[in-house]
C-alpha cells in the first residue's frame, strides 16, 4: 500500500506564488520519479514537470521558467515552487509517482488532488 498527499494548494493572485508539497508513504522500496500533472477546467490531465532519482528534470513548455521541482529523497517528498502565477494555472494539481514496491514491483501511483486557483 503506496498513499501519495499533496498540499500547498490554495487561493493567489496572478502574480503570486504558491509550494506545493507531495510525500509518498508505504511499502516504498525506491521511488524511480515523482512528478506533477495538473488538469484545469474543461481540460485534459497534463504534465507539468516531473524528476528522477538522479536528478533529471521535464517541465512543460507553458511553465518553463516559472515552475521548479525539487526532491527530498530521505523523506519520499517532492515539491513544486511556482511562481508569476497566472490565471491559466488554475487546475488542480496531481502528484504521480513511480514507486519500486518492498516486494519488487514497479507501479503508478497518483495522490488525490490539490486545487490551485490563480485570480487575475
Known amino acids: 500500500q503506496v498513499q501519495l498527499v499533496e498540499s500547498g494548494g490554495g487561493m493567489v493572485q496572478a502574480g503570486g506564488s504558491l509550494r506545493l508539497s507531495c510525500v509518498a508513504s508505504?511499502?516504498?522500496?525506491?521511488?524511480?520519479?515523482m512528478g506533477w500533472y495538473r488538469q484545469g477546467p474543461g481540460k485534459q490531465r497534463e504534465l507539468v514537470a516531473t524528476?528522477?532519482?538522479?536528478?533529471?528534470?521535464n517541465y512543460a513548455d507553458s511553465v518553463k521558467g516559472r515552475f521548479a521541482i525539487s526532491r527530498d529523497n530521505a523523506k519520499n517528498t517532492v515539491y513544486l515552487q511556482m511562481s508569476s502565477l497566472k490565471p491559466e494555472d488554475t487546475a488542480v494539481y496531481y502528484c504521480?509517482?513511480?514507486?519500486?514496491?518492498?516486494?519488487?514491483?514497479?507501479?503508478?501511483?497518483w495522490g488525490q488532488g490539490t486545487q490551485v486557483t490563480v485570480s487575475s
Open positions: 504521480n509517482a513511480e514507486i519500486q514496491t518492498d516486494w519488487g514491483s514497479v507501479e503508478n501511483y
Open positions: 508505504g511499502f516504498i522500496f525506491s521511488i524511480n520519479s
Open positions: 524528476s528522477t532519482s538522479r536528478g533529471s528534470t
